[in-house]
């Protein structure tokens, strides 16, 4: 039978409809085609990007140069541009500003055909310390507010380029989707005195059956309202409100979890297109007891249609625990 499953944070209702979909074992997608030819991030073409902002670069060699295992870049096409003011007005009832923002790209390999699942860990402890050096440097501007910091893998995701890639973007407004957790969990803060993430990393570890991967410092689970199959989440296991507040030595074992996650993902759903976003703290928030950051991955197996948008309700097909199983296991 469908059941209606609540959102712990947001209080969004979703659908578990099993009867309506396939099983974990159908959910492929046969995307994973290369179109070959000229690419803008490869060694090689350091001169066809914009000049990079930041990078890692082992053997000392020159910016913008070859030699570098990640480099960070603005976007050629940024969707918001970060020189001059904010300029905030009204137009009768409708407010306005001016596109002012930060938009990088931050180029994950010199190797063009990496995936996450492949990639050796310390190349994936450098992303994840890229993020955290990004944050760092741009809180220091006071006209940014929130960082958005994602990824998008295939075409079915919204990629327009195939080399590893992930993209950050300093807004100077706190977005609606990260503004409803920030409520949601003050909410529950000041109804229990507890951090409804917290009791989630408790009430997971004690259960069991929606878990993905562990180790002693993280947790990758299938969330109890999934809104869709195969959705991920990844939390730190300790309270931590901001990403940026990780101690250094941490971030070894976030890119083990990342690595083991999505090898998981990888081979259960033969490399799916998916997109995967930070939830964060606002820049130069206090430390709090009620926001705890985290990573989700949606993989991008089934469209959004007619009932979801009309309604805000998610039919998801695939119930969490199959898929954590399925995951687990595979």
């Known amino acids: 039978m469908p059941e209606l499953r609540k959102d712990p944070v947001v209080g969004r209702w979703v659908i578990i409809s099993t009867e309506r979909g396939k099983r974990p074992s159908s959910f492929v997608v046969a995307e994973r085609k290369s179109t070959g030819g000229f690419c803008p991030l490869c ?3 350091e001169d066809k990007t914009p ?11 020159s910016p913008n140069t070859p030699g570098w295992t990640l480099r960070v870049v603005s976007n050629k096409f940024p969707a918001l541009r970060i020189e001059g003011d904010l300029n905030k007005k009204a137009e009768g009832i409708y407010d306005t500003m001016n596109g002012i923002g930060a938009h990088e790209v931050i180029i994950e390999s010199p190797n063009h055909n990496e995936f996450l699942s492949t990639m050796p860990l310390k190349n994936i402890e450098d992303i994840l310390r890229s993020y955290r050096d990004r944050i760092v440097d741009l809180a220091r501007d006071r006209r940014f507010r929130y960082i958005s910091i994602f990824r998008n893998q295939g075409e079915g995701a919204g990629a327009s380029l195939e080399h590893p890639h992930s993209q950050l973007i300093a807004l100077p407004v706190v977005p609606k989707r990260p503004m409803e957790e920030f409520a949601g969990s003050k909410n529950y803060f ?6 409804i993430y917290c009791d989630i990393v408790d009430q997971e570890l004690s259960q069991g059956k929606r878990i993905v991967a562990e180790n002693s410092e993280f947790l990758s689970i299938a969330p109890f309202a999934s809104c869709f199959p195969f959705e991920t989440w990844i939390l730190p ?5 901001a990403f940026e507040q990780n101690p250094d030595w941490e971030y070894k074992f976030l890119a083990e979890i990342f690595s083991d996650t999505f090898q998981k993902l990888d081979r259960a759903l033969d490399h799916p297109p998916y997109n995967y976003f930070l939830h964060t703290a606002p820049l130069n928030s206090q430390i709090n007891e009620y926001n705890h950051w985290h990573f989700e991955i949606i993989p991008r197996l089934m469209r959004i249609a007619g009932f979801e948008w009309g ?8 119930s969490p625990e199959d898929a954590a199983k399925f995951l687990r296991e595979g």
């Open 43 to 45: 060694p090689g073409n």
């Open 311 to 318: 309604s805000g309700f998610y039919i998801n097909p695939t």
């Open 190 to 195: 000041g109804y229990k005195e507890r951090c």
């Open 237 to 241: 296991k300790k309270h931590v409100s």
């Open 51 to 61: 000049p990079e902002i930041m990078a890692y670069r082992p053997d000392g060699s």
